[in-house]
């Protein structure tokens, strides 16, 4: 069964840091592009970071540029997003997508978690 799992998501103060991870099962997640997404309720699903399978080239939305580190783990078959610095701003849903090209279009990518909730508050 094809399958992606997040985890790590939670409560944090505003500065504060949290490492999501996404697990996969039932492929192999080096041989695809990795995307991290977020939907906040009432908003649109918006890219944050992605990384290619084959040079590991990343992409990062302006919003997160500096502050978050999308990474790889092939031989756990796992994937991260270091988030550091955090906003109150960036409080959502966190979703990991995996498709065949490294891009910020939400449309390109087949599989999908079921996200994990991070919210940044006092």
């Known amino acids: 069964q094809v399958q992606l799992v997040e985890s790590g998501g939670g409560l944090v103060q505003p500065g504060g840091s949290l490492r999501l991870s996404c697990a996969a099962s039932g492929f192999t997640l080096g041989a695809k592009a990795i995307g991290w997404f977020r939907q906040a309720p009432g908003k649109e699903r918006e890219a944050v970071a992605c990384?290619?399978?084959?040079?590991?080239?990343?992409i990062y939305a302006d919003s997160v540029r500096g502050r978050f580190t999308i990474s790889r783990d092939n031989a756990k078959n796992t994937a991260y997003l270091q988030m550091n610095s955090l906003k109150s701003e960036d409080t959502s849903i966190y979703y990991c997508?995996?498709?065949?090209?490294?891009?910020?279009?939400?449309?390109?990518?087949?599989?999908w978690g079921q996200g994990t909730q991070v919210t940044v508050s006092s």
């Open positions: 990384i290619s399978s084959s040079d590991g080239r990343r």
């Open positions: 997508a995996t498709g065949d090209i490294a891009t910020m279009n939400f449309r390109r990518y087949d599989v």
